[in-house]
């Protein structure tokens, strides 16, 4: 098990404190901001999608895989910002969301389907 010290989420974090800090970034670093600046990012990942087919999607040259890499870096960042600054521990967040979904979405009513969790019923429970 990682400990704060050895954990990359942590270390993340702490870095960019760091990073906006040096700058006097705080100020800026708003719940509402770092969410605007958030999804602007994750804008940014769709464009590199947005006429491709889906069969384009799954096989990106390199030199636009390394651009979408490069956003998804953007929004990680903002992500992990915004939690820092919201005082929200994400790895908790994520492992509580995954328990959550997989109780909404037992895997023999889902496997295969796409169908959102209230819509999704045992063969039969019609």
Avoid at 71 to 97: P, Q, S, W
């Amino acid at each position: 098990m990682n400990t704060p010290a050895d954990d990359p989420l942590i270390r993340l974090r702490n870095a960019l404190r760091d990073f906006a800090d040096a700058r006097d970034w705080g100020q800026y670093h708003t719940p509402k901001n770092l969410a605007m600046a958030l999804i602007g990012e994750a804008a940014e990942v769709v464009e590199h999608f947005q006429w491709c087919s889906p069969e384009a999607s799954q096989t990106l040259p390199p030199a636009d895989r390394d651009a979408v890499a490069l956003e998804l870096a953007d929004v990680l960042l903002y992500l992990v910002r915004l939690a820092d600054v919201m005082e929200i521990d994400l790895a908790d967040a994520a492992t509580r969301k995954m328990a959550l979904n997989a109780r909404r979405y037992p895997a023999d009513l889902a496997r295969g389907r796409a169908d959102k969790y209230d819509r999704l019923q045992a063969p039969g429970d019609d």
